[in-house]
């Protein structure tokens, strides 16, 4: 799969071929840090990570206390980002919002690119009816636009983070299945796999050792990015009222209780939404950047 | 060599379907190999040669079970590999072996050739855990790769040294048949002949029976005890190799060997081209499969269909067409 970056390390340095792992991760972080905006979709990731991990040191208020005689106050020294309709700060809330949208997203991501690998990997390695039974399973819930079908399956189960996280990653399963099934059914006609099959190897061998380190960059490509359309999904539900619960600090709850006050304090949804932004642009440039530097035919 | 039977292939046939139709329904068949049956004795190297979609291959993985054959018996030292379970077809694996033409594809790029080794061994259970590292030494040594290498990726050996790995993985669970599917034709023609020499020796060191599937008719003659001629899903010619070389019968063995440039300018030999395209397998000729093209081609071609008859003087040599028996008459 990625002979060509391999046979470049060799030729840069044949000096120290014993630690060919090793060369092989040198040759994949050289083309990622040749890549400015993969870099800079990173750091605004890890920028996040950290805030988000350490949202209770860097808020400078409680997310949660009201203060209403300060009610929609603008940016100011003291509340930097300004306060919102019940005088809390939007910094602190912001703050702790990265949290449940960071873990809302990669959780999500997480639960579906497992079913997702799962039902793919069988689809494409086994064929036949179960193929066709999964795909055209897979093909009626794309059918359906991602936040309708979040929204019908979040309004069965009731509106609640732990739902929401079920619900984006519901409609993750089919995207995996289909980038997994068509990897599948490459590397299965691979000669190696042959190999393998005249030792006498059992499938669940083949599958989990042979196939699946095989067929891993495009889905760790595709994580990445669908990190991004949770997070939009997320905050889309939670706007929409079907998401995380209001007292909660939430970027799409923020955004829906600052709608109201648009005119006179726009700051209450341009800074949520600014980082909602900010959040998704760099998982998405992160992600593009992966797929540069994993994939051996686009050299620069 | 000893003349006890280790592989007998009866009346083997496969097809592949071919779907179509809104439901999917099974419209036609790709007769891939159509009824072909011949032994291959214990020590012995038996050549499958032909040109390209003749069947050698899929007659290779339709031994080894890669893909189940759509009839007919493969007896493996008097035992059905066909009727075989599952499980069962996995702990008989252990004696037959395959060695893959494309040594870029047949590694796993993920894995040392350690890793590679030894998990033939975990599989096949042939050697205990504590041995396994001096086996892959030796194993490696035998077919002349250092043993300071056996931690390396396949991507950082040459071609040459992949096939010799691919050798390796297959010895290392002792078979009795190695059925090697075009190992030389992607190498160099000078390494070519160093992995037929390894070959040729390791059949020495152990005892190994080869099935070795090629089109290049230089290999097989330096490789080969026995020789197989498909065309289009038959075999129409099996011989000792003298014998073929020296007398083929069939029009088909004629035209083929006709076809290897010499490099004696004093032997003029006469090519014999023949005319047209091998006809589709979905739908092969009637009669004789070769009579469309057939230089010698007479009404009887048309119509029946020849068998595999004993033609030899003295050595082995059994032809399926119809010109023996004008002959003979």
Not at chain 2, 29 to 53: L, P, Y
Request: contains cysteine; aromatic residues 8%; charged residues 20%.
């Amino acid at each position: 799969m990625d002979h060509q970056p391999q046979i470049e390390t060799m030729a840069v340095n044949p000096a120290r071929p014993e630690n060919s792992r090793a060369l092989r991760w040198k040759s994949f972080y050289k083309k990622l840090a040749k890549n400015k905006a993969a870099l800079a979709g990173a750091f605004i990731i890890l920028v996040f990570a950290l805030l988000a991990i350490f949202a209770p040191l860097i808020a400078p208020h409680n997310p949660s206390t009201f203060d209403l005689p300060n009610k929609l106050q603008p940016p100011s020294s003291d509340n930097w980002l300004g306060t919102d309709d019940k005088g809390r700060d939007i910094l602190s809330r912001i703050l702790y919002g990265s949290r449940i949208s960071l873990v809302v997203g990669i959780l999500s991501t997480i639960l579906g690119a497992l079913v997702g690998i799962i039902l793919g990997i069988v689809s494409g390695y086994y064929g036949k009816w179960v193929d066709t039974l999964i795909m055209r399973i897979c093909d009626v819930l794309l059918a359906f636009p991602g936040i309708l079908l979040a929204l019908a399956i979040v309004s069965v189960l009731g509106a609640s983070t732990t739902n929401v996280i079920i619900a984006v990653a519901f409609y993750a399963i089919p995207t995996f299945a289909r980038i997994v099934r068509g990897s599948t059914l490459t590397v299965k006609k691979l000669e190696y796999i042959d190999a393998i099959k005249a030792m006498g190897a059992r499938d669940t061998r083949i599958i989990f050792r042979h196939i699946l380190p095989n067929i891993m960059s495009p889905i760790i490509v595709q994580s990445t990015l669908y990190i991004a359309s949770a997070i939009i999904t997320a905050s889309a539900l939670s706007f929409l009222g079907m998401g995380t619960k209001p007292p909660t600090p939430e970027w799409g709850t923020m955004l829906a209780q600052g709608r109201s006050y648009v005119a006179q304090a726009p700051h209450l949804t341009i800074f949520p939404g600014l980082v909602i932004l900010l959040v998704v642009v760099g998982f998405n440039l992160f992600g593009d950047g992966l797929r540069d530097a994993l994939d051996p035919r686009s050299k620069k | 060599m000893s003349n006890q039977a280790l592989l007998e292939v009866k009346e083997l046939k496969q097809y592949f379907p071919i779907k179509g139709g809104v439901f999917g329904r099974t419209v036609n068949h790709v007769k891939a190999v159509d009824d072909i049956s011949f032994t291959v004795n214990e020590g012995e190297t038996v050549s499958i040669v032909g040109e390209s979609g003749c069947g050698k291959s899929t007659t290779g993985r339709a031994i080894l079970r890669l893909d189940n054959p759509y009839s007919g018996n493969v007896l493996f030292e008097g035992e059905d590999l066909i009727s075989l379970s599952k499980a069962q077809m996995r702990k008989k694996r252990k004696d037959l072996q395959i060695i893959f033409q494309d040594p870029y594809a047949s590694l796993n790029p993920r894995q040392t050739v350690s890793q590679i080794l030894e998990e033939a061994m975990e599989i096949q259970s042939v050697v205990p855990r504590k041995d396994r590292r001096k086996k892959i030494q030796e194993l490696l040594e035998t077919v002349g790769i250092g043993a300071h290498q056996m931690d390396r990726y396949p991507h950082e050996f040459s071609g040459g040294q992949r096939q010799r790995i691919g050798i390796a993985r297959a010895l290392s669970v002792n078979p009795k048949l190695i059925v090697c599917d075009e190992a030389v034709s992607a190498l160099d023609v000078s390494i070519q002949a160093q992995v037929l020499n390894l070959l040729k020796d390791l059949q020495r060191q152990f005892k190994l029976t080869y099935l070795f599937i090629s089109h290049d008719l230089g290999v097989v003659r330096h490789i080969s005890d026995r020789i197989i001629v498909m065309y289009l899903g038959k075999i129409v010619e099996i011989a000792d190799k003298k014998a073929l070389f020296d007398d083929p019968k069939h029009p088909y063995t004629q035209a083929l060997l006709s076809a290897i440039p010499s490099t004696n300018i004093a032997e003029k030999k006469e090519r014999i081209i023949l005319k047209g395209d091998v006809p589709s397998p979905i739908d092969p000729p009637v009669g004789c499969r070769f009579h469309t093209r057939c230089p010698y081609a007479f009404e009887r071609c048309a119509v029946e269909e020849p068998k595999l008859m004993n033609v030899g003087n003295g050595g082995f040599q059994q032809v399926a067409c119809h010109l023996m028996d004008e002959q003979a008459k």
